[in-house]
């Protein structure tokens, strides 16, 4: 399974962002996915995810509200949309999938099985 992450770039602060991400390879409604983040000196962390089934839940800490995730299974991806974005946002996202039986969401980077290789946002005030 590969996973293509794109969309990211230079936008200004209350901007917004729509980024993508492609899987190739296995069956797509398999996967649970997510979108990780990972700003200078800090540790990935969880921005969202998706399940099969097509719900989702963010992390509360700094989402509240302003982020978006779908899915289109028939056209294997996944979308993170992000308003009202802060310099706090900047980062390398990083896509993920998880193949799972199941219809929940998993949080902990750990949990996935596969990864993009990560589109830049940048925030500027």
């Known amino acids: 399974v590969q996973l293509q992450a794109f969309g990211g770039g230079l936008v200004q602060a209350g901007g917004f962002l729509r980024l993508s991400c492609a899987a190739s390879?296995?069956?797509?409604?398999?996967?649970?996915m997510a979108w990780f983040r990972q700003a200078p000196g800090k540790e990935r962390e969880f921005v969202g995810g998706v399940t099969r089934s097509g719900d989702s839940i963010f992390n509360s800490a700094f989402v509240k509200g302003r982020f978006t995730i779908s899915r289109d299974n028939a056209r294997s991806t996944v979308y993170l949309q992000m308003n009202s974005l802060k310099p706090e946002d900047t980062a390398v996202y990083y896509c993920a999938a998880k193949v799972s039986s199941d219809n929940m969401i998993y949080t902990a980077r750990g949990d996935y099985d596969y990864w993009g290789q990560g589109t830049l946002v940048t925030v500027s005030s």
């Open positions: 390879g296995g069956t797509f409604s398999n996967y649970v």
